[in-house]
T-cell receptor, first 119, second 114 residues
Framework: AQKITQTQPGMFVQEKEAVTLDCTYD???????LFWYKQPSSGEMIFLIY??????QNATEGRYSLNFQKARKSANLVISASQLGDSAMYFC????????????????FGQGTILTVHP | GEEVAQTPKHLVRGEGQKAKLYCAPI?????VFWYQQVLKNEFKFLIS????????ETGMPKERFSAKCLPNSPCSLEIQATKLEDSAVYFC????????????FGQGTRLTVV
């Protein structure tokens, strides 16, 4: 079984500052992938960043980076230079594999963190 | 198409009525996933398909819910005899493989049962 925990129901950040959104996970799968999605108030799900459990480097995509600490089972999202348009709900999610290495395909989501960026 | 297309965007049904939601995956994507989002945060996996075959149905309620992906047709999710608790946003996602580094989501269908 997989579990994703996002302990911050809401976060506030000043425009242009950096913010870290926490995500911890629990799994016994031999390999897995970690995802972050953004859901603005309009409702669509926007893929932000992916980290594979065997990736040596932390993933980065523009202003988004993933602080992956495998031993601590954490995959925190760091948003640098926050913008007003970053205000949204953010979801951490995981996809695992079975013992044979086949991906389950489905994503397990955390509860989400609402980020509010203040001008 | 280049995006996952879900229809309708909004659906209102009286309790006990049937609801049918549609999803056209991105062209070339063999895998389709359905999720239910309740109360703007809790995501629940329902079912996935590899082409027209069920890949994983472990999240699918045994009663009232059914889904299909037929060749040359949008995939569908059908809820028989809807209940108030079925009110949610239903998302469809597609990917080329189950282990892809990204799953592309549709815009969702908001189902309101009154």
């Amino acid at each position: 079984a997989q579990k994703i925990t996002q302990t911050q129901p809401g976060m506030f950040v000043q425009e242009k500052e950096a913010v870290t959104l926490d995500c911890t996970y629990d799994t016994s799968d031999p390999s897995y992938g970690l995802f972050w999605y953004k859901q603005p108030s309009s409702g669509e799900m926007i893929f932000l960043i992916y980290q594979g459990s065997y990736d040596q480097q932390n993933a980065t995509e523009g202003r988004y980076s993933l602080n992956f600490q495998k031993a601590r089972k954490s995959a925190n999202l760091v948003i640098s230079a926050s913008q007003l348009g970053d205000s949204a709900m953010y979801f951490c999610a995981m996809r695992g594999t079975n013992a044979g290495g086949t991906s389950y395909g489905k994503l397990t989501f955390g509860q989400g963190t609402i980020l509010t960026v203040h001008p | 198409g280049e995006e996952v297309a879900q229809t309708p965007k909004h659906l209102v049904r009286g309790e006990g009525q049937k609801a049918k939601l549609y999803c056209a995956p991105i062209k070339g994507h063999s895998y389709v996933f359905w999720y239910q989002q309740v109360l703007k945060n809790e995501f629940k996996f329902l079912i996935s398909f590899q082409n027209e075959n069920v890949f994983d149905e472990t999240g699918m309620p045994k009663e009232r819910f059914s889904a299909k992906c037929l060749p040359n047709s949008p995939c569908s999710l059908e809820i028989q005899a809807t209940k108030l608790e079925d009110s949610a946003v239903y998302f469809c996602a597609s990917s080329q493989s189950p282990g892809n580094t990204e799953a592309f989501f549709g815009q969702g269908t908001r189902l309101t049962v009154v």
